[in-house]
Every structure is written in C-alpha cells, then in structure tokens.
C-alpha cells in the first residue's frame, strides 16, 4: 500500500533553516509529482508547491519562492522540503502529499502523517 | 490570484441532518476541483476529486456537484463521525489554492 512517512518534529531559531523529509514506499517513486502543503496551528491548508519526482522540475507558490526548495532522491524514494530565513510565522505542520496521474495538476489522494516545525527564539 | 471561498465557515449539525457546504472560485476552474475531509490531528483525506467524482471507499453519503465558478459538497444523512473540516482545493498545473476550510459540529 501507497505510504509517504515523514520526518519528526524540529524546533528551530528564527532565521534558520529547516530540512523535512518524506519517505514514499508502495508505489513507483518516479511515476508521481509530491507536494508540500503546510498548516499553521488551528488554521487552513496552505499549498507550498510541488516536485516531479520524474525529471526535479518544481513548481513553487509564489509566496515562497526563493525561500524554498524542494528535491527528490530516487535511490531512496524520498522527497524534501528545505525553507529557509525561517519566522515565526513559519510554525506549522509540514505535509507531504502524493497526485494521481494528473501530474502537477492532480488532487492528492495520499498525504504523509506531517511534521511540526516550531520556530521560536 | 485565484481564490476560493467556502460557507459557512462552521455549522452545528444533528445526525442524519443533510448538510452542504459551498465552494466558490473567484474565476472559473471547470472541473478542477476537490473536497478533504480532516479531523483534528490527522492528515486530510480526499473525498471527491473533479468537482462530482467519487472516490473509493468514501461512503456514498458524500457527494459533489458543480463547475465553472460554483461547486457543492454534499453530505447525506449525517453521522457523528462526519464530525470534522471540510475544505475544497483547485489544482491546475501551475497552481493550486485551497477554501479556507469548513467546520462541521454534530450536536
């Protein structure tokens, strides 16, 4: 069965960086886009952007655009999400989510279990 | 930038009540539109994809309608563990955004 498992919760300081990572096992690696969609403490869904886990090619929302990065590893079937300048505002639970065959324009049938990040000086 | 608004933002519900929740887009997205279900503390669940089509092992009570600029979710015959926020989501190949979400209270 399709699982995507993600790394544990980080604390971080204010202007660092924080590294999440989401392990996909029960399907071919490569045949599916991931994307990364945050969720700050009692509020909404927030689309970050999403990878091609095929060619790398990525597509970030605007709002964070050069802040972000995200990446894959074919010989362990695992993506990652870096964000960097980290805020406090950046507190939120990191989810890593799986499209269908729609490519970057898929809705996501299967998501990872998240991961806290908690920004505070 | 496209933007999608739910209502209501809350509802309190009894069971076997009838409930639709409203997503609509500040332009239009044909079908391109998708409804989570997430309960406190887990992941969200995919409910409907493309606006009305049904996706295995969600019980079919759940249902969804709509295209262009106005979409509906549907929940028939209400049952306590439908206790949760509902969100609707527009992917395209760009972009995606999500409703600010739905909370669903049983009494």
């Known amino acids: 069965q399709v699982q995507l498992v993600q790394s544990g919760g980080e604390v971080k300081k204010p202007g660092a960086s924080v590294k999440v990572s989401c392990k996909a096992s029960?399907?071919?690696?490569?045949?599916?886009?991931l994307s990364w969609v945050r969720q700050a403490p009692g509020q909404g869904l927030q689309w970050m952007g999403w990878?091609?886990?095929?060619?790398?090619?990525?597509n970030y929302a605007q709002k964070f655009q050069g802040r972000v990065t995200m990446t894959t590893d074919t010989s362990t079937s695992t993506a990652y999400m870096e964000l960097r300048s980290l805020r406090s505002d950046d507190t939120a639970v990191y989810y890593c989510?799986?499209?269908?065959?729609?490519?970057?324009?898929?809705?996501?049938?299967?998501w990872g279990q998240g991961t806290l990040v908690t920004v505070s000086s | 930038e496209l933007v999608l608004t739910q209502s209501p933002d809350f509802q309190s519900v009894t069971p076997k009540e009838k409930v639709t929740i409203t997503c609509r887009a500040s332009?239009?997205?044909?079908?391109?539109l998708h409804w989570y279900q997430q309960k406190p503390d887990q992941s969200p669940k995919l409910l409907i994809k493309?606006?009305?089509q049904s996706i295995s092992g969600v019980p079919s009570r759940f249902s969804g309608s709509g295209s262009g600029t106005d979409f509906t979710l549907t929940i028939n015959s209400l049952e306590a563990e439908d206790a949760a926020t509902y969100y609707c989501?527009?992917?395209?190949?760009?972009?995606?955004?999500f409703g600010q979400g739905t909370r669903l209270e049983i009494k």
């Open positions: 989510a799986r499209g269908g065959a729609g490519g970057s324009s898929s809705c996501y049938f299967f």
């Open positions: 029960g399907y071919p690696f490569t045949s599916y886009g």
């Open positions: 990878i091609s886990a095929y060619t790398g090619n990525t």
């Open positions: 332009q239009s997205i044909d079908s391109h």
């Open positions: 493309y606006a009305s």
């Open positions: 989501h527009h992917s395209s190949v760009l972009f995606h955004t």
